[in-house]
C-alpha cells in the first residue's frame, strides 16, 4: 500500500531573504581598465573575470569578425613570446588555475579560478595573454579546423537553425543576425589576422576585471595595476552598436525534410536592465513559461503532452534585450501547439494573473537569484556581466526591490505590450510536407528550404 503524502506537513516558504549590497572596490587604472574587487572571506579561492568589448566595428565586417573572434578565443591560448601552450598551462596549475576564453557578439571573456597565493602568478599569466599572444601558424591551423568542423556540425542542428533563423529576421543587418560564422570564413583564418585583431580590439580602455573572494581590495588592487601597467592602447574597446529589434508578422517556416520534431521560437523585444518595466516583465514571463509551475507548460507538457521542455525567458545581450518563447514539439502537432502557445500568450494579456501566481513567480525570481550569486563563481560571472553594462554594483539589491513591489495590474499592463501575439515574431523549424498546412490554418506562412541538413 502506498503512503499518501499529506502537503499540510509541508511548511510554508519563507520570505525571500534580502539581497546584500557586495562590498565592492572599483577602481579605473591609468590605462583605463576599470577593476571591481569584492571581499568575500570564508572559501579560500578566488574568481578572475575579464570581459573585453569586442563587437564588430561595423555590420558590413561582422562575419569575418566573427570568423576571426571565434578561433582567436581558442588560439589566444597557444602561446605567448615568453611561454608555450604547455608552459601556460603549468604556470596556470600550479596556483589551481585554469584559464577559459570565450567570445561571442558582444565581448571576448576570460575566467579563472585561483587559489589565493596565486593571484599575482595568475595576473601575470593575464597580462602575457594580453600583450604577447603569439598564435602560431601550425597552432592556428588546428584550432580553426577543429572549429570549423563543430560549426558545420551544429549549423545541422534544428534548435541552432531556429535560432539562427529568429535572430536573422528580427536583426538583419546588425551583427546580431549572424549566430554562427561560415565554417569557410573560419578555415581561412590566419595566425597574422588574429595578431592584427588581437593587437587593434583587445584593448583596456571599456575594459572589466572583477574579482571576486578571498583577498585584500588594496592588495588585489595594487597587484592588478602592477601586473597589466603593459597592456595599453590608444583607442577604446568597441562595444555593440545599438540594435533594433525588427518585428515580421508572418510566420517562417524553416523545411527540415523528414524532421520528428518541429522547433518553435517566438521573440520580441524586452525591456533592458535600467527600465522600469523589467521587473513585471521577468515576472510575466516568468508565469507564462519559465518554470515548472508556469502556464504554458501546465497546457502543452502536462495538458496535452505536446512537449517536453516548452520555455519562456527574458535575455539581455549588450545592445539589445528579448522575451524568447521555445518549445520543441512532436511535427504532427506542430499546428496545435503553436496554437496554444498563442492562446496563452493571449491570455496573458488579456486577463490579470492571480496574486497566487505572482507570488509563486517572485519567490522562484528571487531565489534564483539568490543561488546565482551565492558562491564565488556565479557572483564574479554576474558582477562581469552588470559591471560590463554600465550597471552599479548594487543593480542586484534595487533589482530584488523592484520585483517585491510588481502588482497584478503591472503584469498585465507589460503582457499586453510585450507578450501580445503580435507584438512576437515567429519561427518553425520542422518538415514542411507536415507542418505546412497545420499553421497556415493559424496565418500567413513563408516556407524556406535553403539550411543545411
Known sequence: MTATLDLSLIPPLGEPRPQPVPAATETTLDNGLKLVVVPRPGVPLIELRLRVPFAPADAGAAEGHTAEASVLSGAVLLGTASHDQAGLAQLLQGHGAEMSVSADSDRLLFGTTLLPGGLRPVLGVLAELLTSATYPADGVEGERDRLAERITIARSQPAVIARAALGA????????????????????????????????????????????????????????????????????????????????????????????????????????????????????????????????????????????????????????????????????????????????????????????????????????????????????????????????????????????????????DVSRRYLAPGALTGVVVGDAGVAEAQLAALGPVTVRRDVES
Open 169 to 412: 529576421r528580427r536583426y538583419a543587418g546588425h551583427p546580431y543576425a549572424i549566430a554562427l560564422p561560415d565554417p569557410a570564413l573560419v578555415s581561412a583564418v590566419t595566425g597574422a589576422d588574429l595578431r592584427a585583431l588581437h593587437h587593434g580590439r583587445v584593448l583596456p580602455a571599456g575594459s572589466t576585471l572583477v574579482l571576486v573572494g578571498d583577498l585584500d581590495p588594496a592588495d588585489a588592487t595594487g597587484a592588478v595595476a602592477e601586473a597589466l601597467a603593459g597592456w595599453t592602447g590608444t583607442e577604446r574597446a568597441t562595444e555593440s552598436a545599438r540594435a533594433t529589434s525588427l518585428h515580421a508578422p508572418v510566420l517562417d517556416l524553416v523545411d527540415r525534410p523528414g524532421a520528428v520534431q518541429s522547433n518553435i521560437r517566438l521573440g520580441g523585444p524586452a525591456p533592458g536592465r535600467t527600465d522600469p518595466d523589467l521587473p513585471a516583465v521577468r515576472l510575466a514571463a516568468m508565469v507564462f513559461g519559465g518554470y515548472f509551475s508556469s502556464r504554458l507548460v501546465e497546457n502543452i507538457r502536462e495538458r496535452r503532452g505536446y512537449s517536453y521542455s516548452p520555455r519562456s525567458s527574458v535575455e539581455h545581450l549588450a545592445a539589445a534585450s528579448s522575451v524568447l518563447v521555445e518549445a520543441d514539439v512532436a511535427t504532427e502537432v506542430s499546428g496545435p501547439a503553436l496554437m496554444e502557445t498563442v492562446y496563452e500568450l493571449g491570455r496573458m494579456a488579456l486577463t490579470p494573473v492571480t496574486e497566487a501566481e505572482l507570488d509563486a513567480a517572485r519567490r522562484y525570481v528571487l531565489g534564483s537569484m539568490a543561488l546565482s550569486t551565492a558562491t564565488h563563481a556565479g557572483l564574479a560571472s554576474t558582477l562581469s556581466a552588470l559591471v560590463g553594462a554600465g550597471l552599479p554594483v548594487g543593480w542586484l539589491a534595487a533589482h530584488q526591490k523592484a520585483l517585491e513591489a510588481v502588482t497584478v495590474e503591472q503584469v498585465q
